[in-house]
């Protein structure tokens, strides 16, 4: 049973679904919720307007949910979504960007942090912002109006670079090539509305 406290609240920690990274932390009534549960956006409620709130419904940057999941008192829940553009407010993909303990500390400490396929996640919800608000100045914006054949002709271009870079067997050279190869993929999944996650799963298919 979910339990609301004394203001018929409770709190809601949002998730990428995709990456397991925290991206921000809100309220929710019970209108809330239930226009969360109907999907396909999230929705709280705002303590200092005392109104609901559609995330993203003045900049774009919209939570599609994809699961909520609650405690085991039932007082708190998590929300799992697919990020449309930076979650927090200040433009960073996440609310919970400063660090409170120091990054030298942590790595004499031996617990540097190392980066994982999240990355491409967080990649694609910056393009997607990119495609739905078209900046001026955005490689990425301009990319995309010039449509998927252009797109695809560099994703062929970039693959010949990382080709040409693993025959020379420099490291460096293959990272980055790679990094250009990946970048333009996600791009052009971006500009044919396509799912990563349906990319995702066929990859999870071939592990099996």
Known sequence: MIQFDDRGLLPAIVQDANSGRILMHAYMNQDALTRTLEGPDAWFYSRSRQELWRKGATSGNLLKVVKVEQDCDGDALIVNVNPVGPACHTGKNS??????????????????????????????????????????????????????????????????????????????????????????????????????????????????
């Open 95 to 208: 609310c919970f960007d400063d660090r409170v303990l120091d990054s030298d500390i942590l790595i004499s400490q031996g617990s540097k942090e190392k980066l994982g396929p999240g990355i491409l996640q967080e990649l694609l919800a910056i393009i997607n912002h990119r495609v739905s608000q078209r900046p001026e100045g955005s490689y990425t914006a301009e990319l995309v109006e010039s449509g998927p054949r252009r797109i695809a002709q560099k994703v062929g271009e970039e693959a010949v670079e990382v080709a040409i870079a693993a025959v020379s067997q420099s490291h460096d050279d293959v990272a980055n090539e790679m990094g250009d190869l990946l970048f333009h993929c996600m791009v052009l999944l971006a500009s044919l509305n396509l799912p990563a996650d349906q990319v995702w799963q066929v990859l999870a298919d071939r592990r099996h």
